[in-house]
C-alpha cells in the first residue's frame, strides 16, 4: 500500500498537536539543558523544517531514554526528513515505553498512516480508543483523510470497544450515510448500540426515508414490544420527546399544552391544552410519527372538554400519503364534555407508509372565532380494524 498523499499543512497541525501532547512550552530561549527545553528547541527546528531537529531530539531522548515523548519526537522529526525507516524504528520504542499512553498512540498512528502502514496504524488508534475519548474526533478524522476503508476502521481500530463504535458511528452519520450503516452493523453485532445511539440512527433513517427500519430501531430503543404500529406513550405517561417516533409538541402563543396528573381518563396523566382565548388557532403542532404496513386501521382517543368555545373544536386526525393529506379525522369535541371516545378509520394502500397522528383545531370560519376552554386528551391508540 503506498503512504496516503497528506498535504504539509496537516503535518504542521498535528505537529502542533504533538507539543500539547508533550506539555512542552514554547521556550525557544536559554539555555536550559532540561530535556523539555531542549525538545522545545527541536520544535522550534522541527516547525522551520531545518535539518537540527534530529540532533536536538537526540540530544533530550540521551537525557531520557526511557521516555516515550523524546521517542516520538525523534520519529517525527525522521519522518519529517524523509526517513521513514527510522522513524518506525522511534515509535516503536515509544509504543514499547509509553504502550497505554493515549497521545503516544495518537502519533504513533499518524506516522504509520504517512508510512502507509495501515494495519499498524489502526492498531495504535486502538490503542488510543481503549484508553481514552479524548482523540476519537482526531482519529476518525484520520482515518477519513486517509482513505483507510470503513470495514478496515471497524476490524482494525474498533473491534469489540463498545464506546468506540458508538461513537464513530455517530461521526459517520454526518459524513458518509453507507458508512454509517456499515458501522451501525457493527455496533448491532456487538449488543453495544444504548438509547441515544439508537435514536439518533433512527432519526438518520427517518430522514432517508427508510420508515420501517426507523421505527423497529426507535421502537427497540423505547423497550417497546417490537409492534411498530403501536404508538409510543398513547396515553402520555412519561415525558415526550424522547425521539423521531415520540410526541412532539411545539410553543404556540395561543395555547400552553402540559401533563396533568389530576385529570386522566386512565394511568396516571394525560394531556392538557388550555387555550388562551386570544387567536382563531389552526392546532397541528402536537404529533407523533408512525410507520403502517398495507392496511386498514382505526384511530381513537378519549377527549374532554371545559368551556371549548367556537364551533371549532379538539380532534384527532392522521394524515400522510402524498403531501400529508388528511387520511381520517374524529369528530371534534366543544364546549363541557366528560370523557368521551372518538374514532375514526382509515385505509394504508402503499407498503411501510409514514403517518402522523395529530392532535388538531381547524380555524373557524365564523365572526366569534377565538378560541379558549381546556382540552384533556387520553389514551390515543392505533389498531388494526376488522
Known amino acids: 500500500m503506498q503512504a496516503p498523499s497528506i498535504q504539509s499543512g496537516w503535518r504542521l497541525r498535528w505537529l502542533g498537536v504533538a507539543t500539547a501532547c508533550l ?3 514554547p521556550l525557544w530561549l536559554g539555555e536550559d539543558r532540561t530535556p523539555e527545553h531542549i525538545a522545545s528547541a527541536g520544535f522550534r527546528h522541527l516547525w522551520k ?20 515523548f523524546r521517542w516520538a519526537d525523534l520519529g517525527e522529526a ?27 498512540g495518537l502519533r504513533a498512528a499518524w506516522h ?32 477519513a483523510t486517509s482513505g483507510t476503508p470503513v470495514q478496515d476502521v471497524l476490524a482494525g481500530a474498533i473491534g ?53 427500519e426507523a421505527a423497529r430501531i426507535s421502537h427497540r430503543a423505547e423497550g417497546a414490544s417490537g409492534n411498530v404500529i403501536a404508538l409510543r406513550n398513547g396515553g402520555f405517561e412519561t415525558e ?29 396523566r394525560s394531556l392538557r391544552v388550555r387555550f388562551l382565548g386570544n387567536e382563531n388557532v389552526e392546532m397541528s403542532d402536537i404529533g407523533q410519527r408512525a410507520v403502517l404496513p398495507k392496511g386498514k386501521y382505526r384511530l381513537k382517543a378519549q377527549l374532554r372538554t371545559e368551556g371549548v368555545t367556537t364551533d371549532e373544536g379538539v380532534g384527532v386526525r392522521a394524515r400522510g400519503g402524498s403531501a400529508a393529506r388528511v387520511l381520517a379525522s374524529t369528530p371534534r369535541l366543544t364546549g363541557t364534555r366528560d370523557w368521551t371516545e372518538v374514532s375514526a378509520e382509515f385505509e394504508v394502500t402503499a407498503p411501510d407508509n409514514l403517518i402522523r397522528v395529530e392532535i388538531f383545531r381547524d380555524r373557524s370560519r365564523r ?12 389514551h390515543v391508540q392505533l389498531e388494526p380494524a376488522r
Not at 525522521?78 to 503516544?104: C, H, K, M, N, S
Open 160 to 212: 469489540d470497544n463498545g464506546r468506540a463504535a458508538r461513537q464513530y458511528l455517530l461521526f459517520l452519520l454526518d459524513q458518509d450515510a453507507k458508512a454509517a450503516d456499515q458501522a451501525w452493523a457493527h455496533l448491532d453485532r456487538l449488543g453495544a448500540p444504548d438509547t441515544p445511539t439508537e435514536t439518533r440512527y433512527a432519526a438518520h433513517l427517518l430522514n432517508r426515508g427508510r420508515y420501517a
Open 240 to 268: 415526550w420527546g424522547a425521539g423521531p417516533f415520540d410526541w412532539e409538541v411545539h410553543p404556540s402563543g395561543a395555547y400552553v399544552v402540559s401533563s396533568d396528573a389530576t385529570e386522566k381518563c386512565e394511568g396516571k
Open 367 to 378: 365572526l366569534v372565532n377565538q378560541i379558549e376552554g381546556i382540552a384533556w386528551v387520553d
Open 112 to 143: 504509520y498512516f504517512l508510512a502507509g502502514q495501515q494495519e499498524k496504524a489502526l492498531a495504535a488508534s486502538a490503542r488510543v480508543l481503549a484508553h481514552s475519548a479524548q482523540f476519537d474526533d482526531a482519529l476518525f478524522s484520520a482515518f
Open 23 to 25: 506539555g512542552v512550552a
Open 78 to 104: 525522521y519522518d519529517e526528513t524523509g526517513r521513514r525507516d527510522l522513524a518506525g524504528d522511534a515509535f516503536a520504542q515509544a509504543l514499547r515505553w509509553g504502550p497505554r499512553v493515549p497521545q503516544i
Open 49 to 68: 523544517r531545518s535539518p537540527g531537529a534530529v540532533a536536538q531530539f537526540q540530544r533530550a531522548l540521551e537525557l531520557e531514554p526511557s521516555s516515550p
